[in-house]
């Protein structure tokens, strides 16, 4: 069983910056992919950016240049750093990891954290 607890989240004005992380406890395990979700009022959970064990990284592209996701894979933890946030960024954001475990591919989610970004 694993945990992810969220935090960073919070108001901020536009062209202001956050830094979200995502931990993960509990037994051993291995973490092949982390990554970021959001979902905005009325609108589906998109995909904001991912980065596996090799470092292959994706963002879309509404945040490229602005975003940038990172590992520290001795604390299990992932963050993602905000730059020059933007209105249209309000979401949740909800972090998730892959576990190898027993052969099989495991997905686990964070709480979400509200991210608002006001004009």
């Known amino acids: 069983q694993v945990q992810l607890v969220e935090s960073g989240g919070g108001l901020v004005q536009a062209g202001g910056s956050l830094r979200l992380s995502c931990a ?5 395990f291995y973490i092949s992919k982390m990554g970021w979700y959001r979902q905005a009022p009325g609108k589906e959970r998109e ?8 470092n292959r990284i994706y963002y879309i592209d509404s945040v490229k240049g602005r975003f940038t996701i990172s590992r520290d894979n001795a604390k299990d933890t992932e963050y993602l750093q905000m730059n020059d946030l933007k209105p249209e960024d309000t979401a949740v954001y909800y972090c998730y990891i ?6 099989s591919l495991l997905n686990y989610w964070g709480q ?8």
């Open 98 to 103: 892959t576990i190898a475990n027993g052969g």
């Open 24 to 28: 993960a406890s509990g037994d051993n």
């Open 47 to 54: 995909l904001v950016a991912s980065i596996t064990g090799g």
């Open 112 to 119: 979400g954290t509200q991210v608002t970004v006001s004009s």
